[in-house]
């Protein structure tokens, strides 16, 4: 069985994310993430994580419902990987 690197299905949750209507982009940190997000594999089980920067005035709930619904069915049509969660966490909001 052909695996898929958690560096791919990073870029892949990454590409997903920025299409959502109200996410400026995602926010990177110093802590060991990919671009502002975080993929963990274990036993087969995937959780992404990704940190957003949201428009101003933009729904938060409505931002992170989109984003996912949107990372979740991009990762089932991309790669095969049906993410056991899909953690947003919105970093910043940004300027009116």
């Known amino acids: ?7 791919i299905l ?6 997903a994310a920025r299409e959502v209507e109200g996410v400026r982009g ?3 940190s110093a802590l060991h993430r990919h671009k502002g997000v975080r993929i963990v594999d274990e036993d087969g089980r995937v959780r992404v ?3 957003v920067a949201v ?3 933009a729904s938060i709930p409505d931002v992170g419902r989109g984003v996912q619904e949107r990372v979740a069915a991009y990762l089932d049509q991309m790669a095969n990987v049906d993410p056991e969660a899909v953690d947003v ?3 910043q909001i940004g300027p009116p």
């Open 89 to 91: 966490i919105v970093d």
């Open 26 to 28: 995602l926010v990177e």
């Open 1 to 7: 069985m052909a695996t898929i690197s958690t560096d």
């Open 55 to 57: 428009e101003w005035g």
């Open 49 to 51: 994580e990704l940190h």
């Open 10 to 15: 990073a870029s892949y949750a990454a590409d």
